[in-house]
């Protein structure tokens, strides 16, 4: 079992940044894939970005390529998701998510465990 738990959510300026972290429980953290989630308001809940075990392969949303990265540190159990040139587009509450099997995935169904969600709100 792995728990996960968000933070650095906030209000941001259109063209700002933020940082997100996932701290996660247990001694298991090396072995799954962690993703990012997020849903906005009468949406459904969309695939952010994901990394391999190693932090090696790393995937995004299309919208968010070049704005956005994905990092690990193992040895804090925590995975980070760095927000450059936030755009009011990416208001949502973002959710951490980890997966048992090695494969990047986007889909949110084959994600095993899940944060309670941090809310992001940018500003235009």
């Known amino acids: 079992q792995v728990q996960l738990v968000e933070s650095g959510g906030g209000l941001v300026q259109a063209g700002g940044s933020l940082r997100l972290s996932c701290a996660a429980s247990?001694?298991?953290?090396?072995?799954?894939?962690m993703g990012w989630f997020r849903q906005a308001p009468g949406k459904e809940r969309e695939f952010v970005a994901a990394?391999?075990?190693?932090?090696?392969?790393?995937s995004y949303l299309d919208s968010v390529k070049g704005r956005f990265t994905i990092s690990r540190d193992n040895a804090k159990n925590t995975v980070y998701l760095q927000m450059n040139s936030l755009k009011p587009d990416d208001t949502a509450v973002y959710y951490c998510?980890?997966?048992?099997?090695?494969?990047?995935?986007?889909?949110?169904?084959?994600?095993?465990?899940w944060g309670q969600g941090t809310q992001v709100t940018v500003s235009s």
């Open positions: 247990g001694r298991t953290f090396s072995r799954h894939v």
């Open positions: 998510a980890a997966r048992d099997l090695e494969v990047i995935v986007t889909s949110r169904g084959e994600y095993d465990y």
């Open positions: 990394i391999s075990r190693s932090g090696g392969r790393t």
